[in-house]
């Protein structure tokens, strides 16, 4: 039966929604009280519409299925992470990225170790690469499609100021590595170190392009057909923009693989930023991170990578990993965030800024490839001083009390618990290639108070 539902209410005019929000704001100034800017230099709105006469430019590139992920670290003790491996998969946990931090791991004994666990892994080679390990990966993971592996050396580059070995040496390396035709690979962009360190979304999106374009550059001299681009994002507390970032990435790099005469696609794995977590009130961080995947869900993220909440400053523990998966858990089977595809289709807010952010970055994008591109800006120390910017802006922002922090700078609760650094921060070399990009996370000095 066909049924108008909603014919009988009457349709408002812009004029007229705003006159009314006038008239219940009685003397206080629409502009000011209701409008605000972001970092970004967006003026949202109280309301929103679809103009008719705009056309629609946004992407909404949505997976049919999402995968919860769990992140280990791997050092020497193999036999730790294959039980943290067998604890995540007990828990349901679907992708288990491994980031391999020595290459003095036995990759046999890696391999056979792994055998038997039957889920998708993803493989972060953080370390400096050599032909002979290459070879070693070739033979023990030949064929085995369960497991990816990923390789980001310009990632490393802006978190610790240096290369592997050098330039050409992890370029090159990385070139064997992704056009090896035994293991599985992706070009992998890790843009978590922006968005923790505080560079702006805009300046996220635009960073997180141009160092896939730098990537495909070393691509297009090979004979590599197709290959998958997998970018790694971490998201914030502003929960409609986090969802809009992710749309207007697909968005912008859909139109630039456009440009490519092999076949490109590309997944997203999101995860919470550390930037807005804190020491004091350090259980409201389980807010935080919830709220940070509920926004990649709604984004259209592939893969959600949850963080615990004593990240910041427990070491690895069982607990804190438990609460993550948890937390993962009971989105999708408990709130049903895996039943609905794309539910913020036909949100005009989160429309109008998924098209705000694609034109912003495409603009900031398009200036950095006249500039020679990502890395070189990088190299020259650019895309430091523009990161240290937009950081600075939300610091004092945060600081002024604007920026709230609920149980740092604003609904304080001086009986909760309190907690200690007990991770040693970790300390970089004073004399590095390039200024590397630190993360910070906005409570640290408000923090220093607490402690003394």
């Not at 139109?255 to 020491?279: G, H, Q």
């Not at 610091?395 to 040693?424: C, E």
């Amino acid at each position: 039966m066909n049924q108008n539902l909603f014919s009988e209410f009457k349709g408002s005019s812009d004029q007229e929604v705003r006159a009314q929000i006038q008239k219940d704001l009685k003397s206080l100034d629409f502009e000011s009280t209701l409008c605000w800017e972001s970092l970004e230099g967006i003026t949202t709105q109280p309301v929103y519409d679809r103009d008719s006469k705009k056309q629609k430019k946004v992407i909404n590139a949505f997976p049919e299925y999402w995968n919860t992920a769990h992140t280990i670290e791997v050092k020497q003790d193999i036999e730790s992470v294959i039980r943290s491996c067998e604890a995540a998969v007990q828990s349901d946990v679907e992708v288990i990225i491994l980031r391999l931090k020595d290459s003095d791991v036995s990759f046999e004994e890696f391999s056979k170790a792994l055998e038997h666990i039957q889920t998708t892994f993803y493989i972060v080679l953080d370390f400096s690469l050599s032909t002979e390990s290459i070879d070693l990966l070739n033979k023990n993971f030949k064929d085995r499609a369960n497991f990816t592996f990923l390789f980001d050396p310009i990632t490393h580059l802006a978190q610790t100021g240096d290369w592997f070995d050098d330039q050409h040496s992890d370029l090159t390396l990385w070139s064997q590595l992704i056009c090896s035709k035994k293991l599985q690979t992706c070009l992998y962009v890790d843009n978590r170190i922006h968005q923790n360190a505080g560079a702006t979304i805009v300046q996220q999106l635009a960073y997180l392009l141009s160092q896939a374009v730098d990537y495909l550059s070393q691509i297009s001299s090979t004979n590599k057909e197709e290959v998958e681009v997998l970018f790694h994002l971490a998201l914030g507390s502003n929960y409609f923009f986090e969802i809009a970032k992710i749309q207007a990435l697909k968005t912008v790099f859909t139109s630039i693989i456009s440009a490519y005469d092999f076949k490109i696609t590309y997944k997203v794995i999101a995860e919470p930023s550390t930037r807005n977590m804190t020491l004091q009130d350090y259980n409201v961080n389980m807010l935080r991170s919830t709220t940070a995947m509920m926004a990649a869900i709604l984004g259209g993220a592939d893969i959600v990578n949850n963080l615990p909440y004593d990240v910041t400053f427990n070491p690895p523990n069982a607990f804190g990993d438990r609460i993550a998966q948890n937390q993962l858990l009971i989105l999708k089977n408990e709130s049903f965030f895996d039943q609905v595809t794309n539910p913020a289709e036909g949100s005009y807010y989160i429309e109008e800024l998924t098209q705000e952010f694609a034109e912003r970055s495409l603009r900031l994008f398009k200036d950095i490839e006249k500039k020679e591109g990502f890395l070189n800006l990088l190299l020259n120390n650019e895309i430091q001083k523009e990161v240290s910017r937009a950081a600075q802006k939300e610091q004092a922002l945060f600081d002024s009390g604007v920026l709230v922090l609920v149980g740092v700078n604003r609904f304080q609760d001086f009986d909760a618990p309190k907690t200690n650094m007990q991770i040693p921060l970790e300390q970089l070399k004073k004399k590095s290639l390039i200024e590397p990009i630190e993360p910070k996370r906005l409570s640290e000095k408000s923090e220093h108070v607490y402690g003394k």
